[in-house]
């Protein structure tokens, strides 16, 4: 039986040419959804990336635009972006019948993305309304508040520590696509770099380094005295709904229990069809006990932001980020003015440095309680449920290195997508800003380079 086989392949293989071949199926044509969303991410980031970033619409399409989610990355390119410089507002259309996915800039929330269908009636949107310092006004102040005298005159050119930065923007020593790097020890800048194009002044979306950003933003509402984390959410007091055990120290611990979609959770309608935040939220069922089961989502974070909003409606993040110097950082919102804290805040390496020096002095800035005494112990602390397999531990909306080989075991992260890492570790006065355009395919070994820096700071 098996010369019998063997002779049965070996006729199939020698006669394949003229047997009809298996073709691969032709791919199937993109969804007018898929079109109508990739429509919504291209005027959004070309919004964001023009009058947040202070970048190139070039540098935009090849840094933004690339390695991006897979069902709209070959449409992006397709689509032809207006650009209308006096509104500060960018159209991008996708269907013949119908409007383009328009996305408009304000000066203190940086863009927001407009539902499909939306046309202008003259009416201000609830950002619009809203007023923060102007972008560069503290630059004159002496570092931290401001960017002037920042860098540490002891730090000599062309030595070990140099040639370290300098390898974090080569794939091969770290991985990744780096575009930034700024590391302060002792509240002084001690290196500083960038890719060409970028500089201090250049903002990137910081993905999920805005959830730390969120459980921060959490922080400075209760200083000003108001009752939370222990708060549930709004929607979910009335008598019978479970999801009222569920508290906004539960959401920024990623242990709500609630459904997610995907791993993650990216939130699709929200970050690029202009999806209400509280619709597309507060109707998650609850899957798991609250407290008993770690989830990594955007929903948690976005749902913990609202609580904090509700509690305290005059309240911003743009106020902190300012009281910060960080008066370059966008927390973009909705059309309906809730904040999409989950990934969409936009900031430059010198500004997420500043939250960085903000922990290390717990929540001190300038003599000043920003956030409550205590507060960084709270975020690093791991009561809650911890992911599976992953290198880090989580606290509440940080990621915890306590396992890292070469790291001290107090320090801790805010992590995000594409390479955003800020670095924070109490006990060597040290903060790591790293940020890039990684790809899932090739990223950057944030833990390695901590290690290495540490090798260099005494």
């Known amino acids: 039986m098996k010369t019998i086989a063997v002779s049965l ?9 003229a047997m009809a071949q298996p073709t691969t199926p032709a791919p199937a044509e993109p ?4 079109r109508a969303e990739a429509a919504g ?3 959004q980031f070309v919004c964001s990336g023009l009058w947040n970033g202070n970048k190139t619409l070039a540098d935009i399409e090849a840094d933004e635009l690339t390695g991006i989610y897979a069902h709209i990355a070959p449409i992006v390119p397709t689509l032809k972006a207006e650009i209308d410089e006096a509104a500060h507002q960018v159209s991008v259309t996708f269907a013949d019948d119908m409007p383009p996915r328009i996305a408009r800039h304000n000066p203190v929330t940086g863009c927001t993305s407009m539902p499909i269908g939306w046309t202008n009636d003259g009416r201000r949107l609830p950002a619009e309304t809203l007023e923060r310092a102007q972008p560069g006004s503290a630059d004159s102040l002496a570092w931290p508040k401001g960017d002037a005298d920042a860098s540490d005159p002891r730090i000599m ?3 070990p520590f140099d040639q370290l930065v300098e390898s974090a923007f080569d794939a091969k020593a770290f991985g990744g696509k780096t575009s930034g790097v700024v590391i302060v020890h002792k509240g002084r800048i001690v290196q500083e770099r960038y890719k060409p194009g970028h500089d201090m002044h250049t903002a990137q979306r910081t993905w999920s380094v805005a959830k730390s950003m969120a459980g921060t933003y959490v922080g400075f509402v209760r200083q000003k005295g108001f009752a939370i984390p222990d708060t549930p959410v709004r929607e979910w007091t009335v008598d019978g709904d479970p999801r009222k055990a569920i508290t906004v120290d539960h959401l920024l611990r990623m242990g709500s229990g609630l459904v997610s979609d995907t791993a993650g959770n990216r939130t699709d309608a929200v970050y690029m069809a202009a999806g209400d935040v509280r619709q597309w939220t507060t109707l998650w069922p609850m899957l798991h006990q609250p407290g008993s089961s770690f989830r990594y989502a955007n929903n948690d974070i976005l749902l913990a932001t609202l609580a904090a909003r509700d509690a305290a409606p005059d309240l911003h993040p743009h106020q902190m980020f300012d009281a910060l110097g960080m008066t370059r950082t966008w927390a973009e919102t909705d059309w309906q003015g ?5 990934s969409q805040v936009w900031t430059t390496a010198r500004d997420m440095a500043r939250m960085g020096l903000l922990y290390l002095n717990d929540g001190l800035w300038d003599g000043k309680r920003v956030l409550p005494e205590g507060w960084r112990d709270y975020v690093t602390r ?3 449920p911890q992911p599976a397999g992953n290198p880090f531990g989580y606290g509440a909306s940080f990621w915890l290195m306590n396992k890292s080989e070469g790291v001290p075991s107090d320090a801790f992260a805010a992590l995000g997508n594409r390479g955003q890492h800020l670095v924070i570790i109490p006990s060597r006065d040290l903060v790591i800003v790293r940020r890039g355009y990684d790809t899932g395919a090739d990223p950057f070994d944030i833990a390695k380079f901590t290690a290495e820096v540490l090798k260099q700071i005494r």
């Open 9 to 17: 392949a070996l006729a199939l293989a020698l006669a394949a040419p």
């Open 31 to 34: 969804s007018r959804m898929d």
């Open 41 to 43: 991410y291209k005027a």
């Open 157 to 159: 050119m062309i030595t």
């Open 338 to 342: 809730n904040y999409i804290l989950s």
């Open 382 to 384: 791991p009561s809650g």
